[in-house]
């Protein structure tokens, strides 16, 4: 029965990774930018959300409504004034930057808020399980969690495939000069998605700082999590990187079970057997 | 002409670090067709991309109803109502063929051309609406090309080597579908390698040889050796 229960929590995990990898694989799908500061900016939205649930008293939940637009207001004001002029035929500035911003952003956090871990606390909602048959509980929390993700999922999925904004963002990742001919101006439509992108974030961050405790080192770590995810999923299928969280999660409770030390070990094994099957992840769209 | 739709004043461009143009003027006059005939290298593509805002200008060099628009990026040329059917096609490979249409409107310009008066001229790209767009055959992706630009409803569609790659058969059924197409009152400036097609669709004709015009005129006013000559610069 641990091991169902381990299975199970680990499915409830893989929503959170989703989160983690949804906006790295949207903003690699529109622009093929690797945002390297994506972990750390998971971190900020979970600060963002600590701030305003202490100074304004308000549930960490509550705050979503102003942690999510806080982030996708800093998403779309980095990429007009940053990222948009490390873009080009040459991979390796964009990769640099967001490196700087990774570094700016964990020291800064460091000043601020220092090295001591923060918890955010959602009351009894922590607390309240439901009880399924066979002895097995499950929290409510990280059953919402994962009804979020699984949400979010369908929305992007939707936006990316059934919205005007997506196709905007389709056309774009195909041939930018051609997509400007249509008069889509690229640097606001990758101002969106980056703004999209940051809004999931904000919904992680604030997620991650519910379930767990961080600090302000933890970006980069939580950044793996994400492009295991995506990778294990295949480039481009945001299905696909809901899959890759769930294996992710899954791999690393299993792992706890065997041994507490294996969890984050069995993660990366997991993520090394589908690269050597599948190289190209399970359900990859872009080449 | 004080009244040209748009005009190129003295139009220097670079293709790189190649210069690819030295000072080329042209006028379109409102509801005139002009052609640009040149053999490759010639220019005509770094002139068509440097009068869409793809090549970036100074403001003077191109000009929009009197207005200097040069500098200018592509998405703010577009929006004033010029289209162009790039060479090659270029269609969106993510996107179905009706997508690749809806975008083409995207902009919401007033006009005759809408997805339905665009699929009743090529009932094909109706039929095949949900199919990715470059699932289709050569010919049916440059019927998808120019709907596109259609959808913009331009006062200016510039046509850049439609002919190039398709089947003779293909390239005449689009020229016979050209007035149809130019006819709702729009100018349009046409490049091509083509020059027999060219010249019979044109009021009139300009050739570019090594960046500069070296001929110009209305079709009846040219002679072959002297397009020959302005062509191949012998």
Redesign the interface.
């Given at each position: 029965m641990d091991w169902i229960n381990a299975i199970l929590q680990g499915i409830l995990l893989g929503g959170l990774y989703a989160l983690f990898a949804a906006g790295l694989s949207l903003i690699f799908g529109v622009m093929r930018l690797v945002n390297i500061a994506h972990g750390d900016f998971i971190v900020l939205a979970a600060f963002l959300g600590l701030t305003i649930t202490t100074t304004l008293g308000l549930s960490p939940l509550l705050a979503l409504c102003l942690v999510v637009p806080v982030m996708a207001a800093i998403g779309y004001g980095l990429q007009r004034l940053v990222l948009n002029q490390t873009l080009g035929e040459d991979i390796l500035p964009p990769l640099l930057v967001t490196f700087g911003l990774s570094v700016i952003i964990q020291n800064s956090l460091l000043e601020i808020y220092s090295a001591d871990p923060q918890k955010m606390s959602a009351g009894a909602l922590e607390t309240a399980s439901l009880a399924l048959p066979g002895d097995l509980n499950v929290g409510v929390l990280p059953l919402l969690m994962f009804g979020v993700a699984v949400a979010v999922i369908a929305g992007l999925q939707w936006v990316f495939y059934r919205s005007?904004l997506g196709?905007?963002f389709?056309?774009v990742?195909?041939?930018q000069?051609?997509?400007?001919?249509?008069?889509?101006?690229?640097a606001h439509i990758f101002g969106l998605a980056m703004a999209l992108s940051l809004a999931v974030v904000g919904l992680a961050g604030v997620f991650l700082g519910i379930r767990t405790s961080f600090d302000p080192s933890i970006g980069p770590g939580r950044l793996i999590f994400g492009f295991e995810a995506v990778i294990i999923g295949g480039l481009g299928n945001l299905w696909g990187t809901l899959i890759g969280g769930i294996i992710l999660g899954v791999s690393q409770n299993i792992g706890a079970q065997i041994n507490p030390g294996w969890q984050l070990l069995a993660g990366h094994i997991a993520f090394l057997i589908v690269l050597a099957v599948r190289p190209r992840g399970l359900f990859p769209r872009i080449d | 002409m004080p009244d040209a739709l748009l005009s190129t004043r003295a139009l220097v461009a670079h293709y790189g670090d190649f210069q690819a143009l030295f000072g080329v003027s042209i006028d379109v006059q409102p509801e005139e067709v002009v052609a640009i005939i040149g053999a490759n290298g010639a220019g005509k593509t770094t002139f068509m991309r440097s009068i869409t805002g793809l090549i970036r200008n100074r403001p003077e060099m191109v000009v929009w109803k009197g207005q200097a628009i040069g500098g200018l990026r592509a998405d703010q040329v577009a929006h004033l109502g010029i289209a162009m059917v790039p060479e090659g096609r270029q269609l969106f490979q993510s996107l179905s063929v009706e997508e690749n249409l809806i975008i083409g409107g995207q902009m919401g310009r007033k006009g005759p051309w809408s997805l339905k008066t665009v699929q009743d001229l090529f009932p094909i790209l109706k039929e095949r609406r949900h199919v990715p767009a470059t699932a289709l055959s050569g010919g049916q992706q440059q019927m998808v090309a120019i709907g596109r630009a259609l959808m913009a409803n331009p006062e200016i569609l510039l046509f850049d080597e439609i002919s190039l790659g398709l089947a003779p058969i293909v390239i005449k059924s689009i020229y016979e579908a050209l007035p149809a197409i130019i006819g709702e009152g729009m100018s349009a400036i046409i490049v091509e390698q083509d020059i027999a097609k060219a010249v019979s669709v044109s009021d009139r004709v300009y050739c570019l040889q090594e960046g500069r015009i070296s001929l110009q005129g209305r079709p009846d006013e040219l002679t072959r050796e002297a397009i020959s000559a302005a062509y191949f610069g012998v």
């Open positions: 005007a196709r905007a389709r056309a990742s195909d041939k000069d051609i997509a400007q001919l249509m008069g889509l101006n690229k | -």
